[in-house]
Each structure stands twice: as C-alpha cells, then as structure tokens.
C-alpha cells in the first residue's frame, strides 16, 4: 500500500548545471551536488519528487520527500520504443521554445538552483516553481534565454504553499507569452510536450500524453490534485511548460516519480494551468 510522506521540498541532492551556474562563474567553480539530508533507500522503492531535487544518481543519496510504494512484483522499466512524432507536435514546440527560459538562482556563497520558466504575458512575466527559489536562496535572480542572453529578473510574488512563483524581465527580452489551455479542456490520452532546461539543456522538448488527470500528489504539507503524463521530465525541467498539441499550456512540471532515484521513468506531474492561472493573477495582482 502507498504512503504518501512528502512531494517537492527543497531538500536532498541538487544540481546545478556547469552551463547554467546561478552566479555567473565558470565551469571549475560549479559545486557538485551532494546530499543535505542522506538516507537509506531500499530496493524496489517508488520516489515521487520535485523535478530539481531528484536525486541524479544512486550514490548521491536520499531524493526529496516520497511516495512510497512496494514495487516487489513489478520489473526493470525498459526503455521505451521511438514512435513517430505528430506534425502537430512539432508545430506546437516552435511556438513553444521561444517563450521558455532557464531560472538561475544563486545566493553569492557558492550555492544556488537552476530550473525553468515561461513567459505568460506581454509586461514578460514568468512563471516559475517556488521550490526552485527557495532552494536556491533567492538573493539573485537571473534568467537566461532562448537567444542565449542573461538578464536580472524580479520576483514579483511567491506562493509557497502552490509551489509557484512570478518573476519579471526587462521588456528588452522580448519573450514570445504562451497561450494557457481554457480550464476543464485538458483530456486523458492528448499528446503533451514537456518544454525546459533538464541537466541545464535549454530548449530541451519532450513528448508523450496526459496519463491521468486530478491525480493527488502532496507538495511539502499541502495536497495537490496534479496532471499526470509520460513526458520524460528530469533536473531542471521544474517550472517549465506542459504544452498540448495547439501549444498550449497545461500544466507546470514539478514533481517525477523514480526508482531508487534513477531519473525519470515516465512518471511526471504537473501542476494544472486552472490552478496555475488563479495563483498567477493573484501574485500578478499583489505585485504588479
């Protein structure tokens, strides 16, 4: 029987992308990650937990939180069979990847975050995971974009408990806002792309569909009903966009499930655009 024990804290091993370091540094200065809080994992364990703070590989040591499960009975997952990509989908990714950036967080000692984000409007807000923020120390903020520039972005707003965050940019970035799916509209079954930075790779897109929908997963101390899906969504992807075939958002990836921490294995959740939109506009609205 599954016991739920935690989704999305800012804890356990953290990566931080030689490409992508938080203070600008280069590659030789980049800390490796290690554990904050090690501890055991037993054979045949299910780990759910936020996309940045899986652990990258087995020897690092314990992942954030989990949702743990008896996986005794069930095999090796095995890797899965290429398949040809809809014309949809590859229509959608254009629109997508120029309103996805990388969020660097860093605290000027050596230590700092890397994730996703997309541009949700024209003033060039973005969205982001809270958790990528805290766990970075939010002292300094940059994002880097499509183009390859790095500006300073603002925090607008943060919502802990939604595990969501609003940054803005300088209008100089000329971020392309990306359409957000109508609420209720999202289906079991519709081919979906994960679009963001995993192991700082920007740009990066992946496909797959919505396996389930109002899946119950719990960020931190608080019970969230997610979108789930396929997509491979590893380090990184945090804060990106879920897109479906029309380009539109979703969801923001947040949380992976794993098998004693070994990266994704087609398990992935996201936060979904109904509850992302309400989040937004109320920090939007507070913050300006």
């Known amino acids: 029987m599954a016991v739920q024990t935690g989704l999305g804290e800012p804890r356990g091993p953290w990566f931080v992308s030689p490409e992508l370091d938080p203070d600008g540094r280069g590659r030789g200065d980049v800390p490796a990650a290690g554990p904050d809080r090690p501890g055991p994992l037993g054979p045949g364990r299910l780990l759910v937990a936020a996309a940045a703070v899986v652990a990258l590989s087995t020897a690092a040591g314990a992942v954030a939180g989990g949702w743990v499960a008896n996986l005794d009975e069930l095999t090796e997952p095995s890797a899965a069979s290429a398949a040809p990509v809809p014309a949809e989908l590859v229509t959608a990714a254009e629109r997508t990847v120029p309103g996805v950036v990388s ?96 192991l700082g790779l920007s740009g990066t897109v992946t496909a797959g569909i919505v396996s389930a929908l109002d899946r119950q997963v719990q960020l931190g101390e608080n019970r969230h009903t997610a979108v789930q899906t396929d997509a491979s969504i590893n380090p990184g992807n945090s804060g990106g966009p879920l897109v479906n075939a029309r380009g539109e958002v979703v969801g923001v990836n947040t949380a992976i499930a794993t098998i004693d921490g070994n990266g994704s294995i087609g398990i992935g959740f996201a936060i979904p655009i109904d509850q992302v939109q309400q989040t937004a506009d109320t920090i939007i609205g507070r913050g300006g």
Request: glycine share 16%; proline share 9%; hydrophobic share 40%.
């Open 103 to 198: 969020v660097l967080v860093g605290n000027g000692r050596g230590r700092g975050a890397t994730g996703s984000g997309f541009a949700v409007d024209d003033q060039q807000h973005i969205i982001t995971n809270d958790h990528i923020l805290a766990r970075g120390g939010g002292t300094t903020v940059a994002v880097e974009l499509p183009d390859g520039r790095r500006v300073p972005a603002e925090v607008v707003g943060r919502e802990p408990r939604s595990d969501l965050a609003v940054l803005r940019v300088p209008a100089s970035a000329g971020l392309a806002p990306l359409p957000l799916a109508k609420p209720g509209s999202t289906r079991v079954g519709e081919p979906v792309l994960a679009v963001g930075s995993p």
